[in-house]
């Protein structure tokens, strides 16, 4: 199955940050004069793409905000892929320990900017933490572009916890 980018024959600019609306434009109509049933000068059968997948994917990577989700959604399938090689990498990879982070006592999020100007791009909850505890990292991607964010932290248990195992020690 294709993806967008090879859907507008822009594979090799697959998660180009520079990638711009007026280039992903004119492949956009490239690929419609290409794959037109009434326009194309030789059929590809094997090749031919459906003018709804051609604006679909016009649609999608000419938005900013919709091209950095589906670039996120993009690695996080070739990374389950990988998986099994052992194979994950995350271009664009910051490593930090969670008290790097801002927390927000309103939500109970810790939060922190990025790079691409998304003022709160990277937000952990504690669900996020708590599905983590036993790795004692999280990985997030940015909500506003493709980049990354490895949050290390560490797991204390609380006195109430200690406690407890204290009185069924006895």
């Not at 004069?33 to 094997?46: G, I, R, S, T, Y």
């Not at 909850?125 to 493709?146: A, F, P, V, W, Y």
Request: aromatic content about 8%; hydrophobic content about 35%.
């Amino acid at each position: 199955m294709r993806n967008h980018y090879e859907t507008l024959d822009l594979a090799r600019r697959q998660f180009d940050a520079s990638l711009t609306a007026p280039e992903v434009k004119q492949a956009y109509r490239r690929a419609l004069l290409q794959h037109h049933p009434d326009k194309a000068v030789e059929p590809q059968a094997e090749q031919q793409q459906t003018v709804d997948a051609i604006t679909l994917a016009y649609k999608t990577l000419a938005e900013p905000a919709a091209k950095a989700a589906y670039d996120r959604e993009l690695r996080l399938s070739q990374a389950a892929r990988d998986k099994g090689t052992d194979k994950i990498s995350y271009t664009g990879l910051v490593i930090v320990d969670l008290d790097d982070l801002d927390y927000d006592e309103t939500t109970g999020d810790w939060w922190r900017g990025c790079r691409c100007g998304q003022e709160q791009g990277f937000i952990v909850t504690e669900n996020d933490l708590e599905k983590e505890s036993k790795s004692g990292e999280l990985i997030i991607g940015c909500r506003g572009c493709s980049l990354w964010l490895k949050v290390l932290f560490g797991v204390e248990e609380d006195d109430q916890d200690i406690s407890q195992s204290a009185q069924v020690d006895s």
